[in-house]
């Protein structure tokens, strides 16, 4: 009944009829070519809109003003309804969206429409947040920014001669590169710093983090990381500490974009290398393997870090393991002071980030037999940082203002 109300409201108003012509986007003038109806899903029911239609010659390509008003230029869903789409495909498989719609609105989407509708809105949203960045005060004294990469499966046809770590040497997948900020004035029983409730954000996307010095700009990564530095007021914080998990490309860009930074390697990720060591010296489940490795990483804690390197020297020529670890603790000896950065109150465990690895990216599409588009991946990437980091409706009132504008 509502939708029938608002449907004769809408077809009763021929105030769309502009004239005998309208100017185009191309910039020549459109002809009037009557009215036009189409059946749109709105979360009230369908409704079928007769509207002015417009044709331009010039450039071949007909529009309806009332449309591009309501927001239904470029699909059959209502704003209202496309909205409910994006958070349901921004938290469930499409198929799963569908569902939702379907048995908690009332509204029928199939899949198919809820994959391409979430994938377009992704798009806008990526497109968002290369453009939008609004700088905030620093949200505490102290502000973390953490960097890591996960792999996301994608189809064959994305993947044809890129090299792997398959038997073969194919890939099956693609490395998204994720940053994340938050800060940590919370503290547990024992006064450890402790993630604050609300605070984190994400953005992510398969990029690439590699630069070379005769590269105009920094790379596509580089860039986002600094985009949401400065949304974060990362930048402006008194003090900044970059947490990763050792891989040389994070502590290259640390370096060239947040010169002065406190650098931190993720104590647990350094423990899971000294673990791999004794592993691959005395054996899984070796009761001299476990003494090792609980030696070392006791020696890691209390930040005798030159113990830990003479313990994997001994190893170093017969193990490639042991080999791979001392050149990991060598490379990052001064990243891996506990102790001194315990008693500054500082976090050292990246484990924020490595749960945004999986809340912002491996729950949603790394799930069984999913395979993307890269940017199908993308979209649907920038779609759920976009909502896990509170920020989905700043973009809405964005997207809703745009729409009023574009309109007169």
Same mark, same amino acid.
């Given at each position: 009944?509502?939708?029938?109300?608002?449907?004769?409201?809408?077809?009763?108003?021929?105030?769309?009829?502009?004239?005998?012509?309208?100017?185009?986007?191309?910039?020549?003038?459109?002809?009037?070519?009557?009215?036009?109806?189409?059946?749109?899903?709105?979360?009230?029911?369908?409704?079928?809109?007769?509207?002015?239609?417009?044709?331009?010659?010039?450039?071949?390509?007909?529009?309806?003003?009332?449309?591009?008003?309501?927001?239904?230029?470029?699909?059959?869903?209502?704003?209202?309804?496309?909205?409910?789409?994006?958070?349901?495909?921004?938290?469930?498989?499409? +198929?799963?969206?569908?569902? *939702?719609?379907?048995?908690?609105? !009332? @509204? $029928?989407?199939? #899949?198919?429409?809820?994959?391409?509708? /979430?994938?377009?809105?992704?798009?806008?949203?990526?497109?968002?947040?290369?453009?939008?960045?609004?700088?905030?005060?620093?949200? +505490?004294?102290?502000?973390? *920014?953490?960097?890591?990469?996960? !792999? @996301? $499966?994608?189809? #064959?046809?994305?993947?044809?001669?890129? /090299?792997?770590?398959?038997?073969?040497?194919?890939?099956?997948?693609?490395?998204?590169?994720?940053?994340?900020?938050?800060?940590?004035?919370?503290?547990?029983?024992?006064?450890?710093?402790?993630?604050?409730?609300?605070?984190?954000?994400?953005?992510?996307?398969?990029?690439?983090?590699?630069?070379?010095?005769?590269?105009?700009?920094?790379?596509?990564?580089?860039?986002?990381?600094?985009?949401?530095?400065?949304?974060?007021?990362?930048?402006?914080?008194?003090?900044?500490?970059?947490?990763?998990?050792?891989?040389?490309?994070?502590?290259?860009?640390?370096?060239?974009?947040?010169?002065?930074?406190?650098?931190?390697?993720?104590?647990?990720?350094?423990?899971?290398?000294?673990?791999?060591?004794?592993?691959?010296?005395?054996?899984?489940?070796?009761?001299?393997?476990?003494?090792?490795?609980?030696?070392?990483?006791?020696?890691?804690?209390?930040?005798?870090?030159?113990?830990v390197l003479a313990a994997l020297q001994v190893h170093a020529q017969a193990n490639h393991e042991a080999r791979k670890c001392l050149d990991y603790v060598t490379r990052n000896q001064s990243r891996m002071r506990y102790p001194e950065f315990r008693a500054q109150g500082l976090c050292v465990s990246s484990g924020v980030v490595e749960a945004g690895c999986k809340v912002a990216v491996g729950t949603r599409l790394k799930r069984a037999g999913m395979h993307w588009?890269?940017?199908?991946?993308?979209?649907?990437?920038?779609?759920?940082?976009?909502?896990?980091?509170?920020?989905?409706?700043?973009?809405?009132?964005?997207?809703?203002?745009?729409?009023?504008?574009?309109?007169?």
């Open positions: 009944m509502a939708a029938r109300a608002v449907e004769r409201r809408l077809n009763g108003d021929t105030s769309d009829h502009a004239g005998p012509t309208v100017r185009c986007d191309c910039g020549t003038a459109a002809r009037y070519a009557g009215r036009r109806p189409k059946t749109f899903q709105t979360v009230l029911g369908e409704m079928t809109l007769a509207r002015a239609y417009y044709h331009c010659e010039a450039c071949e390509a007909g529009f309806c003003p009332r449309d591009r008003a309501l927001g239904l230029a470029t699909t059959s869903l209502s704003p209202a309804a496309t909205r409910m789409v994006g958070l349901a495909a921004a938290m469930v498989s499409f +198929a799963e969206g569908s569902e *939702l719609m379907q048995h908690l609105a !009332g @509204v $029928p989407v199939d #899949a198919k429409q809820v994959e391409r509708t /979430a994938e377009a809105l992704g798009r806008e949203i990526a497109q968002d947040e290369r453009d939008v960045v609004e700088p905030e005060p620093p949200g +505490a004294p102290t502000m973390y *920014l953490g960097m890591d990469g996960t !792999g @996301v $499966p994608l189809r #064959a046809s994305e993947l044809a001669g890129r /090299a792997g770590k398959q038997p073969d040497g194919s890939s099956k997948t693609r490395e998204v590169k994720l940053c994340t900020v938050w800060t940590a004035e919370a503290r547990d029983d024992e006064g450890a710093p402790v993630r604050d409730s609300g605070s984190v954000t994400y953005s992510a996307a398969i990029e690439s983090a590699a630069s070379r010095d005769t590269d105009e700009q920094p790379s596509d990564f580089a860039q986002r990381v600094d985009r949401e530095g400065r949304r974060r007021g990362f930048d402006q914080a008194e003090r900044r500490v970059v947490l990763g998990d050792g891989a040389v490309w994070i502590w290259n860009l640390a370096d060239e974009q947040f010169s002065g930074a406190i650098q931190i390697v993720d104590l647990y990720h350094a423990k899971g290398h000294l673990w791999d060591v004794a592993k691959a010296i005395y054996g899984a489940g070796s009761d001299l393997g476990e003494q090792w490795a609980k030696q070392r990483r006791d020696e890691l804690d209390e930040g005798k870090s030159d113990a588009t890269a940017a199908g991946a993308d979209a649907i990437i920038a779609l759920r940082c976009c909502k896990l980091s509170g920020r989905f409706e700043d973009f809405w009132e964005r997207r809703s203002s745009a729409a009023i504008v574009d309109t007169g």
